[in-house]
């Protein structure tokens, strides 16, 4: 059982979202027997390695279906944060001209950051975690280095345990799970909201995993609050949004510039005060776009693992061969052997 659990991790660790942590030939060099092991042990190795490779296979099928519905998810989700994001971009241009007082349009000298991190609950999906993890504490560097206070949020139990184990202080902790709600997206941003209302916090940033193709995922730094009266993403922000082609799943990549501005329908009609839609829509709209991110991630999690588990089972099968001409080795040995002495012993009796 030992070796077993120590096959599946191996082989689960070389992923093609990373350089692998185990290369094919170190896996086979560290499962491969010792020269002159018997034929019963080669034998209970290679059923070892079968038995692996339908676990790595089956998870691989799991991740597949389910990347699938997480993808068809955000898509879903698309026409209403697209729609919401129309309507406030048409309230910020009608009242960019008038001297409101909104705290969410306000950008104000960053002293305290709240930067949100995105991980996974589970482990198993290549480097989606540990370069989620890894983005997380580049950014917190940076912003010490520019001595800006931070108060980090996890998303996800890899990260709050990885953080919560190097002593660094988590505000909040929350479970992402593999199907995100707008309950949970609301819960971490309602706090984020008082927090920012209250003075607390000058800055929200959320880190999360964009989802670019089924290979491929970055870990991207998003500003959440304060908005610009321009947009909804600060200057530099890269956004990544899923769409459907021909039946298939692709992605438009679109990078904002300082100040650009938006089309908007000029002749919106407002039936209520453009000020009360506003302040009613924003928190609104800070919630579908956390879901969107966290649902996003959740895509590249399942993605990332449907990656890891296929490149487990390939090693599987080379280990497999590998094992099995070994074994055939020994099995020739050995009737090589016997014949020997056969030979040696009908030699003798003449």
Do not use: H
Not at 147 to 159: H, P, R, Y
Not at 243 to 249: A, M, W
Not at 264 to 274: G, H, K, L
């Amino acid at each position: 059982m030992l070796y077993k659990f120590l096959v599946v991790v191996a082989l689960a660790t070389c992923s093609a979202f990373q350089a692998p942590l185990v290369t094919r030939s170190d896996v086979a060099r560290a499962a491969s027997p010792q020269m002159g092991a018997s034929i019963r042990e080669l034998r209970d190795r290679v059923g070892s390695v079968k038995n692996t490779k339908k676990i790595t296979s089956a998870m691989k099928l799991v991740a597949a279906a389910k990347v699938r519905r997480a993808q068809e998810a955000v898509l879903r989700s698309r026409p209403f944060s697209e729609t919401l994001e129309r309507i406030l971009g048409g309230l910020l241009q009608r009242l960019k001209t008038e001297s409101l007082d909104i705290p969410l349009l306000e950008s104000r000298p960053a002293k305290k950051v709240g930067l949100v991190s995105i991980t996974g609950d589970r482990g198993l999906c290549g480097a989606y975690n540990s370069a989620a993890i890894k983005k997380t504490e580049a950014r917190i560097a940076e912003l010490k280095a520019q001595d800006i206070e931070v108060e980090l949020i996890t998303i996800g139990n890899k990260g709050s345990t990885w953080f919560k184990k190097r002593e660094t202080p988590v505000r909040k902790a929350v479970a992402c799970g593999q199907a995100p709600t707008a309950a949970q997206a609301s819960e971490v941003a309602d706090e984020l909201l008082a927090s920012y209302y209250a003075g607390e916090l000058d800055r929200v940033e959320l880190l999360y995993t964009s989802f670019i193709s089924m290979i491929s995922s970055v870990p991207t730094v998003r500003t959440l609050i304060p908005l610009l009266p321009s947009g909804m993403e600060m200057e530099g922000d890269e956004i990544f949004k899923l769409t459907s082609k021909d039946g298939d799943i692709s992605v438009q990549k679109e990078k904002v510039a300082a100040a650009e501005p938006k089309e908007f329908a000029p002749d919106m009609i407002f039936e209520q005060e453009p000020s009360q839609l506003l302040n009613a829509i924003l928190p609104l709209y800070l919630n579908g776009q956390l879901l969107r991110t966290l649902q996003e991630s959740v895509a590249s999690e399942l993605a990332s693992r449907m990656s890891a588990m296929q490149s487990a089972t390939d090693n599987a099968k080379e280990l497999q061969g590998k094992l099995e001409q070994e074994m055939n080795r020994a099995r020739q040995a050995k009737i090589t052997q016997e014949l020997m002495e056969i030979i040696a012993g009908a030699d003798a009796t003449n």
